[in-house]
């Protein structure tokens, strides 16, 4: 997929020299971004490209910054509490995948929502594991023998390796006969099972794998806050991440990168004016689903082709994946 | 004993505000294939009207009400569906659920930048002093919050089994491409179903307004309990969602006395886990077969 | 042995009884035709055989093999394929890519789907099938953007990709123009020839009589006659089933 390709190397080079020229607050917001990146990645894999409606993405968040946090305090290497995070956000990723098999889709999106508020109020409770309200501080970052990624910018490299992981890996899975079954799920379901692709396997693992990113995702978190605690992973925040996949547009490999750039920064560039930045963002929002209800990316495809048609004479028409 | 009592009574009387709330969300669900992520700032707008009318232009109490439902249902009723809902539901369910969200912002971040950030106190509509029936203490606030938010939705309930509008909602409800076809104006009645919806939360910011505080930001929990409400209760149906929101009021206010902060959600949390394990549709809401 | 055996198949919805005691076997190579009123359960009958509804009662073999409830994407394993009344399609995705989907679930485990790209067969065979349809030049389109005609030919060619020991075709001339009746009927006793069974509901009775050798009539959920068009053109009871009541 030649189309592909060109920009995402862009913005990785990008990515790589930016942080040279960023103030501490501006590496921040970059950092973040990426780890948001990373989250919609695994949101817009579930309920992009599979159909299913997700709405307790911050849950399977909460595994990872759980799980580093947690095995940080006990100085347990951060790659060790990452991959625990990851394989507890996949199980219950595949927890969550069997009432997708059962509920039409407004109950999976109230079964989702339970448990996102199930996580959260565990959460709050379990005082002698999670720390309940107050949480956890200071989450120690990555380090590996004498070097450490303590600095911002070593560890805004390191998210952006496993960013970069990431993105390589989710390609890589959504143009493989997966992806095209995740595809045929979305659009018609019942003529999917009937040419053989098996709903049980395929939506198990749509949950299983974006929940997975996650939890990679919320690994990454913790230590870029330094800090967490249960009300980073309210339904909110999974309402915020999917604000981000539908803003940036669902089930296109670049939406959530669009997306979770424009709901990072968005209300960082707007911040300049003052108390009414959230407003603006709050109308900017409500104006993007009135005359772009398809995403952004609409525009990034309009660009293309535009670009497209000045340098070649014929256009395919072929649908962009 | 008489303890319990009390405080199931307190329970039932913020439960019937969660109750009205959840009610109005599961309409908009219902006719609509709405999820109003919006509908706790449905709230906290008309308590600010109400603050407006009652306390600062000292309308009479009958009259501020009046407008306060006049408004919201303007506003947040035929506004938001003609302006937002005829052209977004067109795109599926999810591009309006962004729109609801962003509403909600919107609503909730205008209110504390052009009005104010501090919460407003809002005068008693009962009066708060403690009745005694029997050997239980409880006060006319409670009661009258009780009684009020019963003939609502007793009304709502007869208007929906007993006119011929009610029963066209239900028609849509139950399916929507039949009701056309049988000659209902589905969109017009969807208009109705947000006023109504509208009216709804102006009556319940009416009862809240005097409990909790206006403030911009209570719209946040207020909606998370609308939704806890219908999960637990019931999406599909409205006795459902009255269901919840009673349960809700309950267990909040039980929780808090019995129960230590340390696991005060315990009992929510345990509601919530077996509803979904064992009837995921809620506890007196319907399974539908087909979508 | 048979290649598809119903016994007595039942199939109820509350009270309505959609199918009672359905009983009838199609013999490997044979083009059969399934006919009767509406509403008598013709497609209830395919839908249970291919899973996509679970029978209350009764069995279904393909090739001695009970496969009576199991779901969709498991009868299609055994080599049953199916087209719909109302054409399912997969509206987002190109023409190719529909014919892929229907390719892909047949061979091969989960995993190995993940990892393996390679597609150059598949992507031949689905070509080859294209052409022989006639729509091989809109190969590149999303599905929603053809005609109806053209998305019948899709329907049909999503069917055979699999190459299917056993094709189900639900009324596939409805709505269609005789030119394209024609193309139909031709494709399909030329693959008909070429070995692959068939079993049609049609409500053409032009078509099903010229294209069936052999006849099965329906009525309100029951089999109340079988033979050959002529026996059946005769056949009082379908007369009927047709025009009486």
Known sequence: MARGRWPLVAVLALGLLLPLVLDQYKLYVLSLTLVYVILAIGLNLTLGYAGQISLCHAAFMAFGSYAVAILGQHGVPFEAGLALGVVLAFGWGLVLGFPALQVKHHYLAMVTLGFNIIVFLVLRNWESLTGGSFGISSVARPAWGPFSFKSDRAFYYYILAWAAIVVASAYWILHSRWGRAFRAIRENEMRAEVVGVSLRNYKLMAFAIGAAYAGTGGALFAPLLGYIDPGAFTLDRSIQFLMMVVLGGLGRFEGPLIGALVVTVLPEVLRGSEGLYLIIYALSVILMMLFMPKGLVGLWDLVWRFSKSATSPSTSSASPR | MGDFVQLTIAGVSIGAIYAMTAIGFVLLWQTSNTINFAQGEFVVLPAFAMVLFFVILRFP????????????????????????????????????????????????????????????????????????????????????NILF??????????????????????????????????????????????????????????????????????????????????????????????????????????????????????????????????????????????? | MALLEIRNLTKHFFRLSALSGVSLSVEPGELLGVIGPNGSGKTTLFNCVTGVLAPSGGHVLIRGEDITGRSPDIVYQRGVARTFQLIQLFPEMTVLENMLVAAQERTGTLLSRLVRREETRETARARELLEFLGIARLEDNLASNLSYGQQKLLDFGMALMPDPQLILLDEPMAGVNPTMIKNLMGHILELNGRGYTFVVIEHNMEVVMSLCRRIVVLSQGERIAEGTPAEIADNPLVLDAYFGR
């Open chain 2, 149 to 291: 938010a019963a003939v609502v939705i007793g009304a709502l309930q007869l208007f929906i089994t007993r006119t011929k509008l009610g029963r066209a909602m239900q028609a849509v409800a139950q399916n929507r491409a039949l009701a056309s076809v049988l000659g209902i104006n589905v969109g017009r009645l969807v208009t109705i179903t947000f006023m109504l919806n509208a009216a709804l939360t102006a009556l319940a910011a009416i009862l809240i307004a005097p409990v909790y505080l206006v403030k911009y930001d209570i719209g946040v929990s207020l909606g998370l309990k609308a939704f806890y409400a219908a999960i637990i209760g019931g999406f599909n149906q409205i006795r459902g969602a009255l269901l919840g929101g009673l349960l809700v009021g309950v267990v909040e206010t039980l929780s808090a006395a019995y129960i230590s902060s340390h696991f005060r959600d315990a009992f929510a949390l345990v509601i919530l886990i077996a509803v979904l394990l064992l009837k995921p549709e809620g506890i007196w809401g319907v399974k539908e077969e087909w979508a």
């Open chain 2, 61 to 144: 109490f009958v009259a501020a009400v009046l407008a306060t439902v006049i408004v919201s249902t303007l506003l947040l009723g035929i506004g938001v569906k003609e302006l937002l809902v005829t052209r977004l539901l067109k795109m599926g369910v999810l591009p309006l659920v962004i729109a609801t969200i962003g509403l909600s912002l919107l609503i909730r971040y205008s209110l504390q930048q052009f009005w104010t950030p501090l919460a407003l106190p809002f005068p008693a509509i009962f009066s708060r002093e403690p009745i005694r029936l029997g050997t239980v203490i409880v006060s006319l606030e409670e009661i009258g």
